[in-house]
């Protein structure tokens, strides 16, 4: 069985090639990304697979049997560039699609759900075998706000106590693993998020017990938080996205407590206090 893993050279898109690397022969994957070149470090074959060059597309998926879609990091693109790798999927033979989507992605209130919804809709409609992994929140999603949060003396936000099931960006690699090398998968869609949910006060409680600097966390209007971020450099634009996901995580968009990841890797999911060790050492 042959595994293409598109967004190899990504951040999670690498963990999981490392991961799968322990689990089957190099010769098993091929990473399936725009430059080639940039995942010579992988150990695995590369193909050029561009959203935008479609002819690049079924090329690089021939003889390829289960394909993982890692979503693209372009939102507002993701729908057509995921329907041009599933067209191009079927149209090579590919059997499975195994693909990374959102918490809650029927119901959840964050317009990241809307490219997510539609995707799973065409690879249902594509009529190949397919797994979807709805990850919850990466804790990494929170690495820029806990060093913004230690030099400036507090944690900002507009969340509210909206609970947050974030997981490490490596345990949800570890859940694409497990499905992509274990059988009994075909048509599950697990809701993937961490065991121990957290509001950001309790985050910013962390930093402090970490650093021995009292960190409070400010919860501020979401307009506020927006031009917060942009005043830090984030682009207007995506400052005033980020901003605006907050009060779906404040209405618990984010909050899940099946433990499905866990059972998934066999094992408990990444504690807070180790991962925001991690993000604290840079």
Do not use: C
């Not at 995942?39 to 003889?63: C, M, V």
């Not at 957290?198 to 009292?214: D, V």
Request: no cysteine.
């Amino acid at each position: 069985m042959t595994i293409g893993i598109t967004g190899a050279t990504g951040q999670l898109g690498r963990l999981v090639v490392a991961q799968l690397k322990a689990k089957v022969a190099a010769s098993e994957l091929v990473a399936l990304v725009r430059s080639p070149a940039k995942a010579a470090d992988l150990g695995i074959a590369a193909r050029e697979a561009d959203y935008s060059k479609p002819a690049t597309l079924e090329a690089a998926l021939k003889g390829i049997d289960t394909v993982l879609l890692i979503s693209s990091s372009e939102v507002g693109q993701r729908e057509a560039q995921h329907k041009a790798i599933i067209d191009a999927a079927k149209k090579a033979g590919v059997k499975r699609i195994v693909y990374t989507s959102i918490l809650h992605a029927d119901s959840s209130a964050l317009d990241l759900a809307v490219e997510h919804r539609a995707t799973e809709a065409a690879i249902k409609a594509s009529g190949m075998a397919y797994t979807f992994l709805r990850n919850g929140w990466y804790i990494e999603n929170y690495a820029a706000g806990i060093q913004g949060a230690v030099a400036g003396g507090a944690l900002y936000g507009a969340a509210g106590n909206g609970k947050i099931s974030a997981a490490a960006r490596a345990d949800y690699a570890a859940a694409a693993v497990a499905v992509l090398t274990t059988p009994g998968h075909d048509g599950k869609t697990y809701e993937l998020a961490g065991d121990t949910p957290f509001t950001l006060t309790e985050l910013a409680a962390e930093i402090s017990r970490q650093t021995g600097k009292t960190i409070p966390y400010t919860n501020v209007a979401i307009a506020d938080y927006a031009a917060g971020l942009a005043s830090h450099g984030v682009p207007e634009g995506f400052a005033k996205m980020i901003a605006g996901w907050e009060a779906p995580i404040s209405q618990g968009a984010l909050f899940d407590d099946s433990h499905t990841l866990s059972k998934l890797i066999g094992r408990p999911t990444t504690p807070l206090a180790d991962a925001v060790k991690v993000i604290l050492k840079g």
